[in-house]
């Protein structure tokens, strides 16, 4: 008999993956990022000046980028917001390593 405890496991990464998908794209066509880039953004990549969203893309936490000048601050467009990124962002668990895993750029299997 499966263990409990892992099938929940297995749902809860089913449906990260499934969002990950989800936001995915829109972070890369609203935010003007290559894949490469958005894959590897985290929580804390994600702040607030004055009520405005914003995200970095950096070097930091042995990220790489494909020239050194792509290290750049981005507005979350309200679009994103108006979608509810904001909210799922905030749901998302601190220990979230990454937003996107490699698997989010995969539309193979949901």
Known sequence: MQ??????????DKARNRDSKRWLPWICVYGGLRISEAEHLRKDDFFEVVGAWFFRITTAGLRSLKTRSSERVIPVHPAIVDEGFMDWLRATPERSWQLFGSSASSYTSC
Not at 3 to 12: C, V
């Open 3 to 12: 263990n409990p405890f892992r099938r929940l496991a297995a749902s809860t």
